[in-house]
């Protein structure tokens, strides 16, 4: 799992940086800012996820990490709104199956 984080929040970056164009993702110039989004907020999960993108951060200048997160039900009512208006955070996890190829088929998300 740790893996996966760190894979994504590696790519993430990257694209956030070659980025030329205006976007919520690019702050000043050389600095990274990177929305993610999970279902964890609550213990043991939280503390989990605050604890590696602090570890992340600090091995990457210049990368910030914008949390946001929300109970399961919340959660996926919450990423089809975001889907609909456009304003999906950078990472963010979704369940398999029909769930994910509705996300996917509206081709506004991607996947790792």
Known sequence: MLSF???GFTAA??????NSSDSSSASKEGEVVIDFFHRWPNEPRKSFYDEKIKE??????????????VL?????????VLVSND??????????????????????????
């Open 13 to 18: 970056s990257l694209l956030a940086g070659c």
């Open 87 to 112: 304003g999906l955070p950078d990472i963010f996890s979704s369940w398999s199956d029909s769930f994910a190829e509705n996300l996917v088929s509206s081709g506004k998300v991607g996947w790792l």
């Open 56 to 69: 992340f951060e600090e091995s990457h200048p210049g990368v910030t990490i914008n949390v946001d997160s």
């Open 72 to 80: 399961n039900d919340s959660y996926k009512e919450k990423v089809r």
């Open 5 to 7: 984080l760190l894979a």
